[in-house]
Structures are given as C-alpha cells and as structure tokens.
C-alpha cells in the first residue's frame, strides 16, 4: 500500500497513493489508522484524491477510522472527486454520518475552526 502521512500538531493528513481502495489494500490500511489512533492523532484527515474505485473493504476501512476518532476527534475526507467514489457514498448514504470537505486545505481550516469552538465552550469570559 502506498500513502504518505504529514503529522502537525493538531491533525495529521493520510493520502492514499492507490487508484483503487480494494480489499486488498484495506486490511493494511485499517492497520495504519488503529496505529495512528494508539498514536495519539487527534485529528485526521484522510485524501481520497487520488482514489479512483472504492469497493465494501474500503468502505469498511473508512467506516472502522470513522468509529476510531468518533469520541477521540475528527476523522474527515477529502479529495473525494472520482465519480465512482462519490456515487458509492451516496448509495451507501454515508454522506450523513462522514465529514466530508473538498480539500485538504479546507479541512485543516475546519479542524482549526473546532479547536477555537471548543476552546471558547470550554473556557467562556468571566463576567
């Protein structure tokens, strides 16, 4: 399986270097997001834009990393663009339950947008 991971301090960005996110990519894959996870990423953002095909052993990868940081952080994807992936989402009507945002660039914005949200509930002026 060929991907990269970029870790900042406050998200760490996973793309994937496949055109296809198949069963046999995906058991490595759940793998690398169970080691991140015990890592500590709080944050992750995975870029799907050079995902082609996604098939049901993808699927359940990406639904397992969704799971990992569901009371731990964000999990978001991006570069999610090739038709066959964004009509597989919308079958499966995942759109709903996963973050979706189009770029990468967009989703650190987001991931910065939470940290400030929760910051301001959790530590609000004094009157």
Known sequence: MKFSVDKNDEYSVLQLE?????????????????????EGVKNLIFDLSA???????GLSAIL??????????????TGVDHPSVVKLIEISRLESI???????AESIEFVTM???EQELQSDPEES
């Open 98 to 104: 996963l973050t979706i945002i189009p770029t990468v």
């Open 64 to 77: 397992t990393a969704n799971r990992l940081w569901k009371d731990f952080g964000l999990f978001i994807m």
């Open 114 to 116: 939470e940290k400030i």
């Open 51 to 57: 995902v082609k095909y996604v098939d049901s052993s």
């Open 18 to 38: 496949e055109d296809n996110l198949n069963s046999l990519i995906a058991p490595n894959l759940k793998s690398e997001f169970v080691f991140l996870r015990n």
